[in-house]
């Protein structure tokens, strides 16, 4: 059995990802962690969610902090602790704000809880992992991110709902970037086992819409109804239970890569990883040339935003 907490609980992806990680049957544990001054509210969310796992007939031990040294003994640290993008703003805006906030969180995560898995959700997600590797000084199969996970359910759902087959038929997926410069990959792409490019009716497939609306999903959440909440939270509870589960699934997360994609490396980026108990471990895959390409450039522009941020981290410490 295991122990989950959650820093930043009191926001709308923690509360909520607390909710779904409730259902997984291996924890045991959930720790609440919000910040000084909080507690009121994290009571009332302890009390809240505990009403939904009578109703639910879960059996989970829930208990809050202000303190990241009650995360001690953690399997998996989910890390939602940030400031979220406003209406017009990049995801990148946020990079230097939210790495301070996770440089400081991850020093700690990293003394209390060693031998913990620590799962960035925070934005920029590439670079706030590659941040949080660096600063926990755990092993980089320990520390991973959302990364571009959420941007292939969603164009799996797009895909899914064009050829109108149920989602379990459809296998896809996004790499690089959770932003702008991430490459879908139509090459791994399968219909009821059938690469997508050998069924006749993918020419009239509209790729770049479909790509475009993954590319600015999050956005026109953000715009409509002031967060993006449900679709994460659930793909946060398919990470922590597929880690929980040791089920070795292979989903697409950020991860670091030393040169495992066509000698492409040193970076925290979203590649496909085998996922278990261990951790997070990135498998090396062929591309076509059009998308190692777009990998190259992605890989390229986030390994730039990293060096900044970390050069301004250092500069602060
Ligand atoms: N990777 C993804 O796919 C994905 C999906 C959704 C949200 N996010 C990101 O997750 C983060 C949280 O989003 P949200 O919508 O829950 O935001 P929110 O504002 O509702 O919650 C933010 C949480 O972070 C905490 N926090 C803020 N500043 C802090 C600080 N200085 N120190 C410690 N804790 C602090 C807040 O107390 C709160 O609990 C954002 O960065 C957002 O962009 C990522
Ligand atoms: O878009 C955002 O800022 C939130 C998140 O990264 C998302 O894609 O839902």
Redesign the pocket.
């Known amino acids: 059995m295991a122990k989950v907490t959650i820093l930043?609980?009191?926001?709308?992806?923690?509360l909520f990802a607390a909710h779904t990680i409730s259902e997984i049957p291996y924890v045991s544990d959930m720790l609440l962690v919000?910040?000084p001054g909080?507690e009121d509210f994290l009571a009332g969310c302890c009390r809240d969610l505990s009403d939904s796992f009578a109703a639910r007939g879960t059996d989970v031990r829930l208990s809050y902090s202000t303190s990241l040294a009650d995360a001690r003994d953690s399997d998996i640290i989910v890390c939602?602790?940030?400031?979220?993008?406003k209406p017009g703003q990049d995801?990148n805006d946020?990079a230097f704000e939210?790495a301070k906030?996770v440089a400081e969180t991850a020093r700690t995560i990293g003394q209390v809880s060693p031998d913990a898995i620590l799962f960035v959700?925070?934005?920029p997600?590439d670079v706030m992992t590659a941040v949080a590797l660096k600063y926990s000084g755990l092993e980089p199969r320990q520390v991973f991110?959302?990364g571009t996970h959420?941007d292939s359910m969603r164009l799996k759902s797009l895909i899914a709902h064009y050829f109108r087959v149920h989602v379990s038929e459809v296998h896809t997926r996004i790499i690089g970037e959770?932003g702008k410069s991430m490459v879908p990959l139509w090459s791994a792409t399968t219909i009821g086992g059938i690469r997508i490019q050998n069924l006749p009716t993918f020419s009239g497939l509209p790729t770049q819409e479909m790509i475009e609306t993954v590319r600015t999903s999050g956005e026109a959440i953000i715009r409509d109804k002031g967060?993006?909440v449900y679709g994460?939270g659930e793909a946060i509870a398919t990470l922590v239970r597929t880690i929980l589960g040791n089920e070795n699934r292979i989903l697409t997360v950020s991860s670091y890569i030393k040169s495992e994609i066509h000698g492409i490396g040193d970076v925290c980026i979203g590649v496909p990883a085998r996922i278990n108990r261990e951790g997070v471990f990135p498998v090396a895959i062929r591309l076509e040339d059009d998308e190692i390409a777009g990998f190259s450039r992605s890989v390229a522009k986030i390994q730039k935003i990293t060096a900044k941020v970390m050069e301004r981290l250092e500069k602060t410490q």
Do not use: Q
């Not at 930043?8 to 923690?14: D, E, S």
């Open positions: 930043g609980a009191t926001g709308n992806v923690g919000g910040r909080r939602t602790a940030g400031v979220p993008r995801r946020l939210n906030i959700i925070t934005n997600v991110g959302l959420l959770h967060a993006t994460p």
